[in-house]
């Protein structure tokens, strides 16, 4: 199994950059996919981002293309979210996701393994 520690959250301004990151151990992170998914009070948790075990493919939801950058560091057992020009609706927790599958998978319902979640809060 491979536990996963997110941290990166906070509160910015709109416009404002944050940069997340999950962490991971207790197996060899590049066995497995990563994803990034939010959730903000009252609303599902949705899907973001997602990075292939070697980092080669990656996707983005529609609301954050060309906003947010998914990367991962398996050197540095290490996945990234970059988060440009940030808007109050990106305000959730967000969460990182890791699946042992050579897919990329975008449905929160396949990844078995999630870290604890970070906050990140942008006021207009």
């Known amino acids: 199994q491979v536990q996963l520690v997110d941290s990166g959250g906070g509160l910015v301004q709109a416009g404002a950059s944050l940069r997340l990151s999950c962490t991971a151990s207790?197996?060899?992170?590049?066995?497995?996919?990563v994803g990034w998914f939010r959730q903000a009070p009252g609303k599902e948790r949705e899907f973001v981002a997602a990075?292939?075990?070697?980092?080669?493919?990656?996707y983005y939801a529609d609301s954050v293309k060309g906003r947010f950058t998914i990367s991962r560091d398996n050197a540095k057992n290490t996945a990234y979210l970059q988060m440009n020009s940030l808007k109050p609706e990106d305000t959730a927790v967000y969460y990182c996701?890791?699946?042992?599958?050579?897919?990329?998978?975008?449905?929160?319902?396949?990844?078995?393994?999630w870290g604890q979640g970070t906050q990140v809060t942008v006021s207009s």
């Open positions: 990075i292939s075990r070697g980092g080669h493919t990656t």
């Open positions: 207790g197996h060899t992170f590049n066995w497995y996919a």
């Open positions: 996701a890791a699946e042992h599958t050579t897919a990329l998978p975008m449905s929160r319902m396949e990844y078995h393994y």
